[in-house]
């Protein structure tokens, strides 16, 4: 195994992960919501009065933010190595996992396991071990 040390950004991790941090905090201290994307962008899609500003912002804000970071430098080099059918399908299966697991990565993850959650902590592990589970398929056994 190697590291390929031009893409080891430690500080740079540490640094998303603390502003990550720190917005989830302050968006359940100061508005009471887990921010959790998938139920954010599910209650736009089935919308009901007064929740939808708030949750029209919050989704703007996330596509908005690689313009913002356009204005001081060129966004990051990406490569992707799917195929869109590929890549649709596993967008339609990680969305519909949410659903069955009432939440994704970031209400979960981030929001859940911070407050100590056991049903977030049990859906993060199941995230995780389905993500391994898939890669290695994928990876070694079908040889994609």
């Known amino acids: 195994m190697t ?3 031009s893409s080891f950004t430690p500080w740079a991790s540490l640094s998303g992960g ?4 720190i917005a989830a905090a302050m968006f359940i201290l100061l508005n009471g919501r887990i921010a959790g994307i998938s139920g954010i962008l599910g209650g736009l899609l089935t919308p009901q009065k ?3 500003l708030w949750r029209a912002l919050f989704i703007a804000g996330m596509v908005l933010a690689p313009a913002a970071w356009l ?3 060129p966004l990051p080099d990406m490569q992707i190595d799917a195929s869109y059918p590929l890549l649709i399908i596993a967008g339609l299966i990680v969305g519909i996992s949410t659903r069955y697991g009432s939440g994704c990565t970031s ?3 981030v929001c859940g396991i911070s407050r100590l959650s056991p049903r977030s902590i049990v859906a993060t592990l199941a995230f995780m071990f389905s993500g391994f589970v898939t890669v ?3 990876r070694h056994l079908v040889g994609m």
């Open 3 to 5: 590291i390929d040390l």
């Open 18 to 21: 603390v502003l990550i941090g």
């Open 50 to 52: 007064g929740d939808i």
């Open 71 to 73: 204005l001081t430098a």
């Open 107 to 109: 209400g979960h993850g």
């Open 136 to 138: 290695y398929i994928i």
